[in-house]
């Protein structure tokens, strides 16, 4: 059974820094297609960051240059490290992974961890 459980969320003021894990079990994350993909309410869920099974990287361009996605083999775990946040940057935020990378859909989400940044 895949679960993949996030950590990190939490409130911090516009400029902060937060580093989100998530950490997977029956899912190895090495050579594997993942992402993080947010919420904010009344908004449509957009994917942030993707890192590929050779760690090519994509970001959404709001977000580029601020938020890093890596991945620790070892630790089975993916991240997402967020700075110079900003308030636009609030919503629920979701790792996902996928079973077979060429697809389009997601198999596995995390249940989320909330980011708030006030101004």
């Known amino acids: 059974q895949v679960q993949l459980v996030e950590s990190g969320g939490g409130s911090v003021q516009a400029g902060g820094s937060l580093t989100l894990s998530c950490a997977a079990s029956?899912?190895?994350?090495?050579?594997?297609?993942m992402a993080w993909f947010r919420q904010a309410p009344g908004q449509e869920r957009e994917g942030v960051a993707h890192i590929d099974s050779v760690g090519k990287i994509q970001y959404t361009d709001s977000v580029k240059g601020r938020f890093t996605i890596s991945r620790d083999n070892a630790k089975n775990t993916l991240y997402l490290q967020m700075t110079s946040l900003k308030p636009e940057d609030t919503a629920m935020y979701y790792c996902?992974?996928?079973?077979?990378?060429?697809?389009?859909?997601?198999?596995?989400w995390g249940q989320g961890t909330q980011v708030t940044v006030s101004s």
């Open positions: 029956g899912y190895y994350v090495i050579s594997k297609c």
């Open positions: 996902a992974a996928k079973n077979v990378c060429w697809r389009t859909e997601y198999n596995y």
